[in-house]
């Protein structure tokens, strides 16, 4: 089982809250979040209400002022979503367009331009994931906002996840040691 506590404040300060499971609004444990300790597992968190907004992958670790780190500005940790551990193969099929059209390809591993290994200059607008837990990148090299996707179609990233025009150039498999 999963487990991070969360605090008010910067550095570990203020009230806290410790979580074990998905939380889709913080707002009723703390007024704010501004840093964290991961104790167990691996969490995706979320700087709006219902696993909305931006996002960023945490593992075990310390995380004493991530909005400096992660460029949040004045955004705070509002729900947070564990990551299931999985051990088994990881499998996804990515397409060049919106609901599964243009080119597709079957990936096992993880990749960190899409450009460079597939020559598709526009990245990836739909997939279907079928085995394992993905990051996906906006840019190449694993930069820029990232998003988790677990197993599940994704016809259209604007309906499926609200991101209107999003494309991903690089992906990885989330691998973490859960402990």
Do not use: A
Request: hydrophobic share 30%.
């Amino acid at each position: 089982m999963g487990k991070v506590i969360f605090y008010e404040d910067r550095n570990f300060m203020g009230r806290s809250y410790e979580c074990s499971s998905d939380c889709s609004d913080m707002s009723s444990y703390l007024s704010r979040c501004h840093s964290c300790k991961v104790e167990r597992g691996c969490w995706m968190v979320y700087d709006r209400p219902n696993f909305m907004g931006n996002q960023y992958f945490i593992k075990r670790g310390e995380y004493p002022d991530y909005m400096s780190m992660w460029g949040w500005g004045n955004n705070c940790i509002r729900s947070c979503r564990m990551i299931p551990m999985y051990r088994g193969s990881y499998r996804l099929r990515m397409y060049e367009r919106e609901n599964y059209m243009g080119q597709m390809m079957d990936v096992t591993e993880d990749c960190d331009s899409i450009m460079d290994r597939y020559h598709w200059s526009d990245g990836c607008h739909s997939c279907h994931v079928m085995d394992g837990h993905w990051l996906m990148y906006e840019q190449p090299h694993y930069r820029g906002r990232m998003w988790y996707f677990r197993p599940g179609e994704y016809r259209s990233f604007r309906e499926t996840m609200g991101i209107s025009g999003m494309r991903f150039m690089s992906m990885r498999r989330i691998m973490d040691s859960w402990y």
